[in-house]
């Protein structure tokens, strides 16, 4: 499959800033990159669909001004968490899909303090 | 998305083989997928299968498929220490699209 890099891996920041998360497609042209957040114990939701050189689709409960998504390239999509709050951590993971199936970053595990 | 139930637990010794269950409710599931994720880590595909299969093995790992209950099932055979992870199945019914997963289950491999 596609070779997927996520940065940070951790994060550590203080309640009202904002945090941005990277998601590098190494080896494929993606346009379309998904976006996960995992909570303790609990499955992967999917937060929204990160779609190249347009806006992003979110889930509905998703807060698009909370959680902004940028995919201004075909090889990297970015969340940016913003105004973070305690409730606001988690283990978030993006995504690529490609011909050869679906590849995860190894995830970011934010917490706000 | 519809949804994928998984069993949360499952302790089975080191050598004897795991049989890790899944049911799906999308009857247009065309793709469905078995992850394993280990602590503080990212999901490492294990294999997939396609609706028009019923089976697949790949070394340790045997995927079963049956559509018509929409139950699939991951066989890892000797099961070694290594193997403890979470595991999740999820389905998608179009390569494009996101995954839906199911909430993962826990394998514990004890000596």
């Known amino acids: 499959g596609a070779v997927v890099s996520q940065h940070p891996s951790r994060v550590i920041c203080k309640s009202g800033t904002s945090v941005k998360i990277e998601c590098r497609s190494l080896d494929f042209q993606a346009t379309t990159m998904f976006w996960y957040r995992q909570f303790p114990k609990q499955s992967l939701m999917l937060m929204a669909t990160?779609?190249?050189?347009?806006?992003?689709?979110?889930e509905q409960g998703v807060e698009k001004d909370k959680f902004l998504i940028n995919h201004a390239s075909l090889t990297l999509s970015t969340l940016t968490v913003t105004s973070a709050h305690p409730e606001d951590s988690s283990f978030y993971i993006c995504?690529?899909?490609?011909?050869?199936?679906?590849?995860f970053g190894s995830g970011t595990r934010l917490t706000v303090v | 998305g519809e949804d994928v139930e998984q069993s949360l637990f499952l302790s089975v010794r080191e050598g004897d083989s795991s049989v890790i269950n899944c049911t799906y409710t999308d009857s247009s599931s065309t793709y469905l997928y078995w992850y394993k994720q280990e602590p503080g880590a990212g999901l490492q595909l294990l294999t997939y299968i396609f609706s028009n299969m019923d089976m697949k093995q790949d070394q340790r790992l045997t995927v079963l498929l049956n559509k018509k209950d929409k139950h699939l099932s991951l066989r890892i055979a000797d099961t070694q220490t290594g193997d403890s992870a979470i595991y999740f199945c999820a389905e998608t019914t179009n390569s494009g699209y996101a995954l839906n997963f199911g909430k993962g289950t826990s394998l514990l491999v004890t000596p």
């Open positions: 995504s690529v899909s490609s011909r050869a199936g679906y590849t």
């Open positions: 990160s779609n190249e050189g347009s806006k992003a689709t979110y």
